[in-house]
Nanobody, 117 residues
Framework: QVQLVESGGGEVESGGSLTLSCAVSGIRFSSFTMGWFRQAPGKQREQVATISVRGEPSTVDSLKGRFTISRDTGQNTVSLQMDALKPEDTAVYYC???????????WGQGTQVTVSA
C-alpha cells in the first residue's frame, strides 16, 4: 500500500517559518521524483517545488529564495523548508511522488498551512 503522509503544517505569523515533511512508504522512493504542490481556497493546485531522483531541487521562480525542497533517501522522506512566509502562502500543501516509466503518480492527503498577517 502506497502512503505519503505529510506533517508539519499549522498556523504561523507573517515572516515566520515552517518545515513540512512527507514520509513515504510502499514505493521505491529512490526511483521517484518528489514534489510539493499547494492549493489555496478557490484556486487550482499549483506546483511549489520538485526534487529529482538525483537530488536536484527545483523551486518555482516566484518562491525561490524562500522555499527549499530536500529529500532523504535513507529515511524515505521529502521536506519543504518555508521561510519568510506571507499570508498568500496560505494553502493546503500536498506531497507528490511521480515516476515516468512506468507512468505512476501518488499524492498525500495534504496539510494545512495558514499564515496570519
Amino acid at each position: 500500500q502506497v502512503q505519503l503522509v505529510e506533517s508539519g503544517g499549522g498556523e504561523v505569523e507573517s515572516g515566520g517559518s515552517l518545515t513540512l515533511s512527507c514520509a513515504v512508504s510502499g514505493i521505491r522512493f529512490s526511483s521517484f521524483t518528489m514534489g510539493w504542490f499547494r492549493q489555496a481556497p478557490g484556486k487550482q493546485r499549483e506546483q511549489v517545488a520538485t526534487i529529482s531522483v538525483r537530488g536536484e531541487p527545483s523551486t518555482v521562480d516566484s518562491l525561490k529564495g524562500r522555499f527549499t525542497i530536500s529529500r532523504d533517501t535513507g529515511q524515505n522522506t521529502v521536506s519543504l523548508q518555508m521561510d519568510a512566509l506571507k499570508p498568500e502562502d496560505t494553502a493546503v500543501y500536498y506531497c507528490n511522488a511521480k515516476h515516468s516509466s512506468p507512468n505512476s503518480e501518488y499524492w498525500g492527503q495534504g496539510t494545512q498551512v495558514t499564515v496570519s498577517a
